[in-house]
Structures are given as structure tokens and as C-alpha cells.
């Protein structure tokens, strides 16, 4: 393997290492959420309490900042220009800052007036609550903001693993809260499920500052030439401020989606906006692990490219076409995992204390609706962080657009309507929300490498290779429903540590014998690792 080809792997590596451990800790804590909130009135009200804010957060955090902000400073840095590139993160640190100050004092004050917009189907106490919850997190939003401006800093200079690990700190301290109030709470009191939503609120507050503060020693220490100020006449500057509000509305598109489903969902029965945030957690697992990691590592190396237009077109490919078959290696089992195997999934992550079988096998439904469009989701991240590279903002908006479109047309007919078309509970039509949402995604994947092929060549993961990825993964299921089979759903924790393991050694197995390069490579790195022990 060469030289650049394992610094890319191994940034990749570490950002979803990073990811890795955050999810980990995420999944530990949305376990304590369920046992001690199920999926009633008070989870409903969390989880769409947390919808707003975490909106405001994607449109003004992570995904803009890395689309406008990466390009230009991980330009700079490859061009030596490192008092420039100071300047500019210094810059884009105080609007960020000026920004999400006032959108928190906005958020806390219009708070009762956006319920409606959040979750309209909320009616007296359980709308109550959820004012009370947004107004509570809303604080937490700015210093989230904050904390997207150190990771693409971070990221820029290669420091890949902190700043995806950083969340590590908030989960911390809401599973804090839930081990020490959770025990006290009544077996059925809507009063104490309240109560404790409320601790989980302050919480996550509180868990914002450290997740920033954890990441801020680092920052300074590799970026020794900041100047924070505005300079807004700045060119370089404006240059991020030109790309932003194209990634800015994009995001904003793609927020109206996930906003939508919450809206949808809450006009479909009780709890099904819990058991939608619950298997969101989980189908995100393998977008931000495989599709994220990657894309994340991409960005500021594809940024840096220099030479001709020829030659980093053909860099840009090569990078392409071999992150493209990385995540389609790892997404294309997820997405397996997700039909077949849902219900253990779900089961070893949830069920305990409120989250019983009959809502493992919704959350199933749901998770099964996300398998559709997993693949096509994930690999578009790669081909939409290719244009941001090339520093085009729009097209990736553009399609966007379209996919949000068709995603909530299709979510209100699958999710309010085929349900009754088809004689069966209306709980049912969330996992019409997810599948719809999947075919979108398809639609998007098939724009961005198409329009992508006109501006650098052809490059996309071999329909061969795929096809093989899927019979190995459908196959490797065999054992883990044996599994199943054998010790029956009665102990879901057992049962996922038993046939979770034997999905994956079986698909890596099969894989290895149908000689996939990605198998081999992996067995071969271990067989290094086990010689050396």
C-alpha cells in the first residue's frame, strides 16, 4: 500500500474510531433513556425537544462548516500560508459565535411558538413539556456550533480522533443523570417521567460544555496563529462566506426531511416519535461510522490536491473510487443486518425495563424501512464531499432539494395512508416514513455520480463487487438466525451477543473465500497483528 494511500486509511481509520466511541456511549445512554422512558408521553417529548435545537445545529455546525470553512483552510495549510489560514479560522470562529448567540436567546424566547412546527400532533401537558425541554437545550446549541468550528480545525491539521470522540463527554454526563435520578422514579408517573426529561435536558447542556472544552487545548496548541476577529473584507474569508449559504440552504433542505418526519410522526400514534429517534440512532450507526469516517478524511486531503486540472481529476477519482468500495464493504451488511436481523438489533440495544417485544419488533419495521436507502445515503456523503472539494456548493444542493422533495411526498402517503390501505395499525406507517426516505436517496445517489462523471471521469464501486457484497451478507445470516432459532427472543441482550458476532465473522469469512480485496486486506492486517502477538 503507499504512502498516501495508508495516511488516508488511517485518518479515515481514526475518525471512525472516534465516531466508534462516541456511538458506543450514545447507545449506552439511548438504552438507559428506554428503560426508563420507554417509548411514552416523556420520551416523545425528549426526543422532539432535541429535534430543534439539533436542526439549528446541522444547519450552522458540522456539515456547513466542513463544506465552506475545510476547503479554503486546508488550502491554505497545503499552500504554507498559515498566518492567512489563522486569520480566516479566527474569523469564522466569531461569526460563528455572534451567530449562535443569537439564535439560542431566539430559540428560548420563541420556543412556545415552535411546537407547533416541531410536533403538532403534542396537545396539553405533553406540549408543555416540550416547550419547557426546548427552552432548556436551546443553550446548548452555540457551544454545539462551537464545537463543529474546533472539528474542522482538528481535521485540517489531521487530528481526526478527538473531535469525533469529544461527544464522548456529553453522554457521559447524561448517563450520569439517568443512573442517579432514573432509580427514583415512580413505576407509571407521568410527573416523574417529566422530572427526569428535564434533568436529561440540563444535562445535555451541560455535556456541550464539556464536549468543547474537551477539544479547545488541541485547537490552540495546533492552531498558534488565530486572530479571533470578524474580517469580513477578508478574501479568503469571504470565499467561506460565499460557500456557506449554498451548503447552508442545502442542509437546510436536508433538515426540512428529517424535520418532516418528525412532523409526520407525531400525527401517527403514541410513541412514534420515540421509536423513530430510537432507530435513527441506530440506522446512523454505519452512515457516520463507514460513510462519515471516510468522507470526513476525504475532504481536507481532496481539498489539498494541487497541479494541474488533469491531475486532480485523476487524484480526485482514485480517492473516489477507493473510498466508495471501503463503505460499500461495510454499509452493504449493515443494510442486511437491518432486514434480517432487526429485531436482535434492536432488541440487545433496547429491550429492557419499558421497551418490551412488541416494540422491538416496531423498531424492527422501522429499521427495515432504513435498510432501503442506506447504501445510496452513505456513498452519497462521499460523492457530495468530491463537489465541496472541487469547491462547488450548489449541485449538491440542487439534488438535495429534489430528494427532500420526493422524501416527504412519499413519507405522507407511506406512513398516513398505506397503513389504512392496507388494513393494518397505523404504528406501522414510521417504517413508511424511513423506506421512502431510502428511495430518495437513491434518486440523490444517482444525480451526484452522474453529474460528477461530467466533471472528473467516471468513478463509482464495480456493480460486480456490490453484488457479490450482498450475497455474502445474505448468507451470512444464516448462522446468526440459527442462532435465533436455538435461543429463542426471550433474552435479547444473550441473543445479540451470540448472533451479531456470528453475522459479522460469517460475512468477513464468505468474503475472504469470494476473494473480496477489502476482506483479504483486513484478514491479512490481522494475521500481521496475531504473528506479532
Do not use: C
Not at 430543534?52 to 497545503?78: C, D, H, K, M, T
Amino acid at each position: 500500500m503507499t504512502a498516501p494511500k495508508a495516511r488516508q486509511r488511517g485518518g479515515a481509520a481514526l475518525v471512525a474510531a472516534g465516531i466508534l466511541l462516541s456511538r458506543i456511549f450514545g447507545l449506552v445512554r439511548n438504552r438507559l433513556l428506554g428503560h426508563y422512558l420507554g417509548a411514552g408521553d416523556g420520551m416523545d417529548a425528549l426526543t422532539a425537544a432535541f429535534k430543534f435545537p439539533n436542526i439549528l445545529q446541522n444547519l450552522f455546525g458540522e456539515g456547513v462548516l466542513s463544506a465552506s470553512f475545510i476547503p479554503v483552510y486546508a488550502r491554505l495549510l497545503a499552500e504554507g500560508d498559515e498566518e492567512e489560514a489563522g486569520r480566516v479560522a479566527g474569523a469564522v470562529g466569531a461569526l460563528l459565535a455572534l451567530t449562535s448567540t443569537v439564535l439560542v436567546l431566539l430559540g428560548i424566547v420563541l420556543a412556545p411558538y415552535a411546537i407547533p412546527l416541531i410536533a403538532p400532533g403534542f396537545l396539553g401537558e405533553k406540549r408543555e413539556l416540550t416547550v419547557l425541554l426546548v427552552q432548556i437545550t436551546f443553550p446548548g446549541v452555540g457551544l454545539l456550533v462551537l464545537s463543529a468550528w474546533t472539528l474542522g480545525i482538528l481535521n485540517s491539521h489531521r487530528r481526526f480522533f478527538l473531535s469525533y470522540a469529544s461527544p464522548v463527554a456529553m453522554n457521559l454526563v447524561i448517563i450520569g443523570v439517568l443512573v442517579w435520578q432514573g432509580r427514583r422514579m415512580g413505576p407509571d408517573s407521568m410527573h416523574d417521567e417529566a422530572a427526569l426529561a428535564a434533568m436529561v435536558a440540563w444535562a445535555s447542556v451541560i455535556g456541550s460544555v464539556a464536549q468543547v472544552l474537551v477539544q479547545m487545548p488541541t485547537v490552540l496548541r495546533v492552531e498558534k496563529r488565530m486572530r479571533v476577529r470578524l474580517a469580513l473584507r477578508d478574501r479568503n474569508v469571504q470565499t467561506v462566506l460565499r460557500n456557506f449559504f449554498p451548503v447552508f440552504i442545502g442542509r437546510g433542505v436536508v433538515q426540512i426531511s428529517a424535520y418532516a418526519d418528525g412532523v409526520i410522526a407525531s400525527f401517527v400514534s403514541t410513541g412514534a416519535v420515540a421509536i423513530l429517534g430510537y432507530a435513527q440512532v441506530i440506522s446512523v450507526l454505519p452512515v457516520s461510522l463507514f460513510g462519515m469516517s471516510v468522507s470526513a478524511a476525504e475532504l481536507p486531503a481532496m481539498s489539498s490536491e494541487l497541479g494541474s486540472e488533469e491531475a486532480v481529476a485523476a487524484a480526485l477519482r482514485a480517492r473516489l473510487n477507493d473510498g466508495l468500495h471501503r463503505i460499500a464493504f461495510y454499509v452493504v451488511p449493515s443494510a442486511v443486518a437491518f432486514l434480517a436481523l432487526g429485531d436482535i438489533v434492536g432488541g440487545a440495544l433496547y429491550q429492557t425495563g419499558r421497551i418490551g417485544r412488541p416494540e422491538t419488533v416496531w423498531l424492527w419495521s422501522v429499521l427495515a424501512g432504513s435498510a432501503v436507502g442506506l447504501l445510496a445515503g452513505t456513498l452519497g456523503r462521499l460523492y457530495a464531499s468530491t463537489f465541496y472539494a472541487l469547491r462547488d456548493t450548489r449541485t449538491p444542493l440542487l439534488f438535495a432539494t429534489l430528494r427532500v422533495t420526493v422524501t416527504i411526498v412519499l413519507g405522507v402517503i407511506a406512513s398516513l395512508y398505506v397503513p389504512e390501505w392496507l388494513g393494518v395499525s397505523r404504528q406501522w406507517g414510521v417504517a413508511g416514513l424511513t423506506a421512502s426516505a431510502g428511495v430518495a436517496a437513491w434518486l440523490e445517489f444517482y444525480l451526484l455520480r452522474r453529474a460528477l462523471a461530467r466533471r472528473i471521469g467516471d468513478a463509482g464501486v464495480d456493480a460486480r463487487y456490490v453484488a457479490r457484497l450482498w450475497l455474502s451478507a445474505v448468507l451470512a445470516t444464516l448462522p446468526a438466525l440459527a442462532a435465533k432459532f436455538a435461543l429463542g427472543t426471550a433474552r435479547p441482550l444473550l441473543l445479540g451477543a451470540v448472533a451479531l458476532p456470528l453475522f459479522g465473522a460469517a460475512y468477513f469469512g464468505v468474503t475472504s473465500l469470494v476473494g473480496v480485496p477489502e476482506a483479504t486486506a483486513l484478514t491479512g492486517r490481522l494475521r500481521r497483528l496475531t504473528g506479532r502477538a
